[in-house]
């Protein structure tokens, strides 16, 4: 009874490196998405996809990359981390879009 | 683009209180309303997902309720606990891929 899975819970980088979080759900979703929540602001999605091989942007795309290979996981890249880019990122999936939601436990990014 | 707005942004109250909390939100053309709580450093938790067509759910002391046309939903909490201590976040879905549009959250302590 798995739901998603976001791997690491907390991780730090320096500004300029990479990273990839992770996100896995074993529901069969067809829909996947990735936020970022920042205080005062609310979650922001990032990018969305409706099903293996179909990516797309959100709100807030820019310094971010994704790839949809299985319908289990989709992975977030950080390409180059900028301090900016310090939230907590959640990654969520339903079953299509426009059904119940169900989200991550987290992933808290701190960028140095 | 679509507005969500929560009030209060926080709210104390004694163990055993009915309370409501509000959520309102600018585009009437919602394909459903979502309510999530959060525990602090926690993933979101769905509480009551609501369709368009819906004028209410429950889930055990929790009832939301929808009014599209004027923009308006609200979570009534009966009896209060001090295990509902959390955020508690209201979420649109506007029926197409781009995700949910959130508000800032309320959130709510209850007083043993």
């Known amino acids: 009874n798995a739901g998603v899975t976001q791997t690491p819970k907390f991780q730090v980088l320096k500004t300029g490196q990479s990273m990839t979080l992770q996100c896995a759900q074993d529901?069969?979703?067809?829909?996947m998405s990735w936020y970022r929540q920042d205080p005062g602001m609310g979650l922001r999605l990032i990018h969305y996809s409706v099903g293996a091989g179909i990516t797309d942007q959100g709100e807030v795309p820019n310094g971010y990359n994704v790839s949809r290979s299985t319908t289990e996981d989709f992975p977030l890249r950080l390409l180059s981390a900028a301090p900016s880019q310090t939230s907590v990122y959640f990654c969520?999936?339903?079953?299509?879009?426009?059904?119940?939601?169900?989200f991550g436990q987290g992933t808290r990014l701190t960028v140095v | 683009k679509q507005e969500v707005t929560q009030i209060p942004a926080a709210l104390s109250v004694p163990e055993g209180e009915n309370l409501v909390l509000n959520c309102s939100f600018t585009d009437s053309a919602i394909y459903n309303l979502q309510w999530f709580r959060q525990d602090p450093g926690k993933g979101l938790t769905s509480l009551l997902l609501?369709?368009?067509?819906?004028r209410e759910q429950t889930s055990g002391r929790l009832n939301a309720s929808l009014d599209k046309s004027s923009g308006r939903s609200t979570l009534y909490i009966a009896a209060s606990q001090p295990g509902d201590s959390a955020t508690y976040l209201c979420a649109v879905g506007g029926g197409g891929a781009d995700g949910l549009t959130f508000g800032k959250g309320t959130h709510l302590i209850i007083q043993p």
């Open positions: 969520a999936s339903s079953y299509p879009s426009n059904t119940e939601a169900f």
């Open positions: 609501i369709q368009s067509s819906q």
């Open positions: 529901m069969n979703h067809e829909y």
